[in-house]
């Protein structure tokens, strides 16, 4: 069974980048030609895509974020990543990681889903 | 403000049925048959319950179905269990530009 785990720094500093790591287990990283995704829900509010690194190594990022973030992959390791960069108080969320099924690079669905960690930005 | 709008509460006595809309546009859920429902219970991870529409899962109660009429989409739970309320997700793949777009999420109360 696909189990995925989120680990990094639970507090950043304002301006600072956020560092997080998703390692996957009970299966590679590299088959099924599945895409590795994260997304964030800030405390009390709803969820929102932060963006996907497809099989091919391509990424694909939310708009609003594109120029903060980078998603990438480890295969030696099985684990994929995210930085956020200038970081503020909006960035503070639950950060998931998730499995993407994907149809000619057309998003289907995210499962399983990591457990989540919670990343507070402050100083 | 979220890209797909959901109602932000529901509910409903157990037995009963209920219906969650998820309305977008013709640039996401009208254009693709790619929508999905999560759902998630309080400090817990969402959960994919519906994909393509109205795809279940493996392991996925039948009590759960899901429709599109146009740019709407819908999750509909029939005989609702205490065990359902939680908070719901939709969504949908929005094209090369946006990508992908939930919700902002409905919370199911069992009466």
């Known amino acids: 069974q696909l189990q995925l785990q989120e680990s990094g720094s639970g507090l950043v500093k304002p301006s600072q980048t956020l560092s997080l790591t998703c390692a996957v287990s009970g299966g590679s990283i590299s088959s099924g030609g599945y895409s590795w995704s994260w997304i964030r829900q800030p405390p009390g509010k709803g969820l929102e895509w932060i963006g996907y690194?497809?099989?091919?190594?391509?990424?694909y990022y939310n708009p609003s974020l594109k120029s903060r973030v980078t998603i990438s992959v480890d295969r030696s390791k099985n684990q994929f990543s995210l930085k956020l960069s200038s970081v503020t108080a909006a960035d503070t969320a639950v950060y998931y990681c998730?499995?993407?099924?994907?149809?000619?690079?057309?998003?289907?669905?995210?499962?399983?889903w990591g457990q989540g960690t919670l990343v507070t930005v402050s100083s | 403000q979220s890209a797909l709008t959901q109602p932000a509460s529901v509910s409903g006595s157990p037995g009963q049925s209920i219906t969650i809309s998820c309305t977008g546009t013709s640039s996401d859920v009208g254009s693709y048959n790619l929508v999905s429902w999560y759902q998630q219970h309080p400090g817990k991870a969402p959960k994919l319950m519906i994909y393509?529409?109205?795809k279940r899962p493996s392991g996925v109660s039948n009590r759960f179905s899901g429709s599109k009429s146009g740019n709407t989409a819908s999750l509909t739970i029939s005989g609702l269990q205490a065990e359902d309320e939680a908070d719901y997700y939709c969504c949908s793949y929005a094209g090369s530009s946006t990508y992908v777009v939930f919700g902002g999420g409905t919370k199911l109360t069992v009466l």
């Open positions: 998730a499995r993407v099924s994907s149809v000619f690079n057309e998003v289907n669905w995210f499962d399983p």
């Open positions: 690194i497809y099989h091919s190594g391509s990424t």
């Open positions: 393509e529409v109205s």
